[in-house]
């Protein structure tokens, strides 16, 4: 199968496949508006035709008071927006409201989500119901979604101006019909007082490659969020070394200096100390996280620690665990009242950041890491454990600032990033999925695929959807690991799946052989030698239901591909600047088309030069080792 055309195919007549009729989309409407009167609340609803998708209907079920108006723009063929505004003289919670519309299934062969690579579309049985798709948050991934059509085609994608309060999306199709239909809902229970409120969904029906129609509908979003992301230094895109894999919570700092240098050496520019340093505890829970001070028998000097890991060439980075404050600390004490919740498993409590104090604690806690120990940056984690309702209208603060959980969660991670990077200027910050949006790029220059220790399609898949909707942000691999009796051509493949990131490593590299050791140093150079292709340039990701047999990075110097199912074919394009073809693949050869004659040297998984050969234009067979590449480049003339 061809799967990189330059021309990813028409997208079938998308305007044609979806007609602008008034059909099922009514009758969607009208039963939102009888479940509404059903539960006791008025539901005035508001159908505006003309869209490429059909009808688009408004239906607001309490509105409370507000103002509500709808309206349609269209500021670019095949681009629209669904916009709706309130206004009220008072403040109150923004009334809630559905945007539903439905269209009919013609070669719409996926739905890709920020959480995966595909979904089957649910089966909208009941028609009293529904299926949700996802709830998302500034949390918890984000509001955007995309019909791909077989040929890579964009259909229909849908984005939401609302990244930071809870949005549900459902969504499924109808037997009946064989109609896609879907429904935003906004304004839920978390919604804080106001005398304003203003979303736009954003509908791209643009005959485009489907991945590029998420990437610019994501950059839409960080642009209507009005959230400026932080700045990624070079380092964010540095190769790293992490502890958690390999030690977990028993790291020593004699042993981590160890480890260090030989990272180092392999070219890795940061450690990541994560859970441990803070206990000597090692039975994976909470409970002694709060205090936050280093460990006297695990690290006996820490500020020397850090200077001696620091003499190596490596930035150093701490773990926390953001909002728990554990029953063993002695922070439980100082801030009784002022949780939300507490988890018995765990054995820990976790923290309201509504009040000032709470916030303060927090960031002056980071401040004074990076001022007494010198550390470089933070790997924050748990932050979607800051969840409960806002404080009911009329209720009294209790001492508390915000209403909203939700809005001081924001407030908290970005005063963070604003005080840590006043101290130095390239603190690195990692969050890690769910934990992706506007409103943490705002406040990290690092993003994390989630924990999938040892899985390499899932680390890939997590990399490809954290690429599409993060912009210039740094995005890392999951922390890699496996089995050390693996050959070193069959451990290169995870390498090989993650290299369209920034790769974090996670294996003792004191344990590994000398042919491991040669791989991984040879992988970390390739990358940090071509990071403008392979991180920082324009990247396309093909077949998400396939589970993306093929990724794509260029530069204005260079196109690299990465190949991970052996029978698919890599058209290159022309072959105006090299050309690297990466076999994550058993396969010992490619298939590959080149548009003039070319050269193709091939290397090994340790860079080795292993053979060359000249090709004509056309479709070639072309030797390449396991885990190994070729470099493609026009024959002289």
Not at 96 to 123: C, T
Not at 522 to 530: E, L, M, P, T, V
Not at 608 to 613: A, E, K, N
């Amino acid at each position: 199968m061809k799967t990189n055309r330059s021309n990813p195919g028409p997208a079938a007549g998308a305007r044609a496949a979806m007609p602008a009729k008034r059909s099922a989309s009514a009758a969607l409407a009208a039963l939102l508006a009888l479940q509404a009167v059903q539960a006791g609340a008025a539901a005035p609803g508001e159908t505006i035709s003309g869209f490429a998708v059909g009808p688009v209907t408004l239906s607001c079920r309490e509105r409370n008071g507000w103002d509500v108006r709808f309206r349609r723009e269209s500021p670019e063929p095949g681009v629209e927006y669904a916009v709706v505004e309130m206004t009220r003289g008072t403040p109150a919670a923004p009334a809630p409201f559905d945007l539903s519309f439905d269209f009919p299934k013609k070669d719409v062969v996926g739905l890709w989500k920020p959480d995966s690579p595909r979904s089957g579309f649910p089966m909208y049985w009941n028609p009293a119901r529904m299926p949700k798709i996802a709830n998302v948050d500034f949390r918890r991934y984000l509001p955007l979604f995309a019909c791909y059509g077989s040929g890579g085609g964009n259909r229909a994608a849908f984005a939401l101006s609302e990244s930071s309060r809870p949005v549900a999306v459902c969504g499924g199709i109808r037997e009946e019909d064989a109609r896609l239909y879907f429904a935003f809902r906004l304004n839920g229970t978390s919604a804080a007082p106001a005398t304003n409120f203003a979303a736009r969904l954003r509908i791209d029906t643009r005959d485009v490659f489907w991945s590029d129609a998420v990437s610019e509908a994501a950059a839409w979003m960080a642009g209507a969020s009005g959230r400026v992301p932080a700045r990624a230094p070079d380092a964010a895109f540095a190769p790293l070394y992490s502890t958690w894999y390999n030690f977990h919570q028993d790291v020593r700092q004699d042993e981590i200096e160890r480890e260090c240098a030989l990272a180092s050496k392999m070219g890795m520019k940061t450690v990541i100390v994560d859970d441990g340093w803070q206990t000597d505890d090692t039975n994976r829970g909470y409970r002694f996280c709060g205090d936050w001070r280093a460990s006297p028998r695990r690290f006996p000097d820490f500020k020397a620690h850090v200077a001696r890991v620091h003499a190596m060439g490596m930035k150093y980075m701490l773990w926390y665990s953001v909002p728990f404050i554990g029953d063993s600390s002695d922070a439980k004490k100082r801030f009784k009242g002022k949780f939300l919740s507490h988890d018995k498993t765990l054995r820990t409590s976790v923290l309201d950041p509504r009040f000032p104090e709470v916030r303060e604690y927090l960031i002056s806690t980071y401040e004074k890491a990076v001022k007494e120990w010198d550390i470089d940056g933070f790997k924050l984690d748990f932050i979607d454990r800051f969840n409960a309702p806002p404080l009911p209208e009329g209720a009294p603060s209790g001492g508390r600032d915000f209403r909203s959980v939700t809005d001081a969660t924001e407030r908290l991670l970005s005063d963070i990033y604003k005080r840590l990077s006043a101290i130095k200027k390239d603190i690195l910050v990692e969050y890690r999925q769910p934990y992706v949006g506007p409103s943490i790029r705002a406040g990290a220059n690092m993003l994390r695929v989630g924990d999938c220790p040892a899985d390499m399609q899932a680390n890939r898949i997590g990399i490809v959807n954290l690429r599409l909707t993060s912009g210039g942000t740094a995005v890392h691999s999951d922390m890699l690991e496996w089995h050390p009796s693996e050959t070193p051509e069959a451990a290169a493949k995870n390498v090989l799946s993650v290299m369209f990131a920034t790769v974090q490593y996670s294996m003792k590299l004191s344990g590994v052989d000398g042919r491991h050791a040669a791989m991984i140093e040879h992988w970390c150079r390739f990358g940090a030698q071509h990071a403008p292709a392979l991180q920082r340039g324009r990247f396309r990701a093909y077949h998400p239901e396939l589970s993306y047999p093929l990724l794509a990075g260029e530069s204005a110097q260079e196109r690299i591909f990465g190949v991970y199912a052996p029978e698919t074919t890599v058209a290159t394009g022309a072959l105006d600047r090299k050309v690297f073809i990466l076999n994550a693949t058993d396969a010992e050869s490619l298939a590959v088309e080149i548009p003039a004659g070319a050269e193709a040297v091939s290397y090994d998984t340790f860079g080795r030069r292993v053979g060359s050969r000249a090709y004509g234009a056309g479709l070639h067979r072309m030797a390449v080792p396991r885990s190994g590449y070729i470099e493609i480049a026009p024959l002289e003339k």
